[in-house]
């Protein structure tokens, strides 16, 4: 059974910054892309960023929202993924859920429980 554990989120001043980090386990999640999404209120889910496991190695993809602001990171010998986010906004406060993507014949995704993330402006 997989479980996503996210940690990190509080409180923070606009132009802040907050480390987001996801614990994973329940399966082997080297050959999987991993990642994090966001939900504002009264929004939809959105994409923030990935990284991607392909027969060239891990990528990374994000959006063009969190562009030289945000940075993940994987640990794949601890079962993480990390979002190491700088120069914070307002409209950067969401919930944010860890992504575990399984690219096979029958995709399936996995979800955190999210951390909250506000950015006091």
């Known amino acids: 059974q997989v479980q996503l554990v996210e940690s990190g989120g509080g409180l923070v001043q606009a132009g802040g910054s907050l480390r987001l980090s996801c614990a994973a386990s329940g399966r082997t999640f080297t050959n999987v892309d991993m990642g994090w999404y966001r939900q504002a209120p009264g929004k939809e889910r959105e994409f923030v960023e990935m990284t991607r496991w392909g027969w060239r190695g891990y990528s990374g993809d994000y959006a063009d929202s969190v562009k030289d602001r945000f940075t993940i990171s994987r640990d794949n010998a601890r079962n993480a993924v990390y979002l190491e986010m700088n120069s914070l906004r307002p409209e950067d406060a969401a919930i944010y859920y860890c992504?575990?993507?399984?690219?096979?014949?029958?995709?399936?995704?996995?979800w955190g429980q999210g951390t909250q993330v506000t950015v006091s402006s």
């Open positions: 992504n575990v993507h399984v690219a096979s014949a029958v995709p399936v995704n996995y």
